[in-house]
């Protein structure tokens, strides 16, 4: 080897460090970047593990926010991040947390369902690792999330994953999707111990009903719509028929398949007295015939290659040049909430839930997120908690 190969060799070798050291030091920041949530008197914060002890100290131990009313009434719990890369569902979540003002009842709001898998992007996906949503006081960032439990959290996938307990089989890389590994059990994966802790929350709060807050591409069947167990097509379809009617967006109900396991809409419903539904909003950021994966398409929802995949009768929900931009996504998931809560009390009035001060959709379209988001440094320190 003469001198000119082993300069040429070193440099190349020196640039990969470069390389790794870069990427090392941008995947340690996304994984430990802290979001900010502003909560007020009326809200309680515990952890998962003080349902089950045994996840102390993983990264998977969230935050739950118990927001009490002055009255009592039901319990409805709201879950955002099973799926970290729809960031209308966090979003709606935050709004939730610092905008809520309950009169009788609790909400109970998970903003990081999933937390290990907010630390993490697609591989190979060119997801940005954080977003930031404009506000008066010049922009709130949120990280960027996957599908699945991060593998430094939970690896090897299996060749198969076998649901526990219905011996299903489904994808392997399933064993890392929350919203496929309920009811979970405690000795199980990390994703399975997560929602095992879940379950455990829902029964000993007495939860009355579950809210999954979602999204999906718009090649994917199942969208614009409300998904829920037997025991909540009532409310599902009155919530349904109430918000096309009056809310200026159509939203349909979809029913639980019986024999499609692991999803919350129908593990919660089965394995506990809670109804449980999934709300499902448009997100192009994910179909497949997308074009860049950034964060103006992801807040903006515009892609022309998704347009056209459209015009070609690919498509389940429509799209045009306007796309589907955050607002408007978050602000149907705020509506759907806030519609369910109200149909909930004309079933149950003896029991109700009375919520104030959310914005719903019209309003956020209007106005945007950010005006719904509390700036951190206008607060007591310990009104910030981090996410």
């Not at 960031?87 to 610092?98: K, Q």
């Amino acid at each position: 080897m003469d001198r000119k190969d082993i300069i040429r060799k070193s440099l190349i070798g020196v640039a990969g460090l470069v390389v790794m050291t870069v990427a090392g030091i941008s995947f340690y920041q996304h994984r430990h970047y802290k979001e900010e949530v502003v909560i007020s008197d009326q809200v309680q914060v515990k952890k998962l593990a003080d349902y089950f002890p045994e996840l102390s100290g993983s990264v998977n131990d969230c935050n739950i926010y118990m927001v009490e009313g002055s009255e009592p009434g039901a319990t409805i719990m709201v879950l955002a991040g099973s799926h970290p890369e729809e960031p209308a569902g966090r979003l709606a979540g935050w709004i939730l947390v610092e905008q809520a003002k309950m009169q009788k009842g609790r909400l109970i709001v998970v903003l990081s369902t999933n937390r290990s898998g907010t630390t993490v992007t697609r591989p190979s996906g060119a997801y940005p690792q954080l977003y930031t949503i404009p506000t008066a006081w010049g922009g709130q960032k949120f990280r960027m999330g996957d599908r699945w439990t991060n593998p430094l959290d939970q690896w090897p996938d299996p060749e198969v994953y076998i649901h526990y307990p219905s011996r299903q089989n489904l994808a392997y890389m399933d064993i890392r999707n929350l919203n496929r590994a309920w009811p979970g059990r405690a000795n199980g994966t990390l994703t399975e111990r997560t929602t095992f802790a879940f379950m455990n929350l829902i029964k000993q709060e007495k939860v009355d009903v579950v809210i999954d807050l979602h999204e999906a591409e718009l090649q994917y069947p199942v969208i614009n719509t409300i998904v829920t167990h037997e025991k909540g097509q009532d409310l599902a379809t009155m919530a349904s028929m109430t918000l096309t009617d009056f809310e200026g967006f159509s939203i349909g109900t979809e029913f639980s398949p019986v024999n499609l396991h692991g999803l919350s809409h129908r593990e919660i419903g089965d394995n506990s007295d809670a109804i449980s539904l999934l709300l499902e909003a448009p997100e192009p950021f994910l179909d497949a015939t997308r074009g860049i994966t950034g964060e103006k398409q992801l807040l903006e929802g515009k892609d022309a290659f998704v347009v056209k995949a459209g015009k070609h009768g690919l498509l389940y929900a429509p799209i045009d040049e306007n796309g589907w931009p955050i607002a408007t996504r978050v602000g149907r998931h705020t509506s759907t909430v806030l519609q369910i809560l109200q149909s909930w009390n004309e079933f149950h009035p003896e029991k109700e839930i009375v919520c104030e001060g959310v914005p719903k959709y019209k309003e956020l379209i209007e106005k945007g997120v950010g005006a719904f988001l509390i700036d951190p440094k206008t607060v007591d320190k310990g009104k910030v908690i981090f996410e």
